[in-house]
């Protein structure tokens, strides 16, 4: 089992800057990827953005050039630059992707991020 720990949430203006971070017990370096979703009110959870267990990255068009993953052991972060309004939601960390079921085994408990104009 593998739990994750979200952090880094919070509320800011447009064009600020936030950086999340997301901590999994356990070891599952070399054995699990992880990423980051987030959940706009009345909407459904979509994808900000990947990192396989290998290193590779993939972002959400919404965020390509203002986001970054990177990975630290059984840390994973997501520096977020050039905040919008749009970017407001509910951001979960997700570890351990499943093919089968075309989604994360494992999720956070989700931070709040609120951009501002």
């Known amino acids: 089992q593998v739990q994750l720990v979200e952090s880094g949430g919070g509320s800011v203006q447009t064009g600020g800057t936030l950086k999340l971070s997301c901590t999994a017990s356990?070891?599952?370096?070399?054995?699990?990827?992880m990423g980051w979703y987030r959940q706009a009110p009345g909407k459904e959870r979509e994808l900000v953005s990947r990192?396989?267990?290998?290193?590779s990255r993939i972002y959400a068009d919404s965020v390509k050039g203002r986001f970054t993953i990177s990975r630290d052991r059984n840390t994973i972060h997501l520096q977020m630059n050039s905040l919008k309004t749009e970017d407001t939601g509910i951001y979960y960390c997700?570890?351990?992707?499943?093919?089968?079921?075309?989604?994360?085994?494992?999720w956070g408990q989700g931070t709040q991020v609120t951009v501002s104009s």
């Open positions: 356990g070891s599952i370096v070399g054995t699990c990827g």
């Open positions: 997700g570890a351990c992707w499943s093919s089968s079921r075309a989604t994360y085994n494992y």
């Open positions: 990192r396989s267990k290998v290193g």
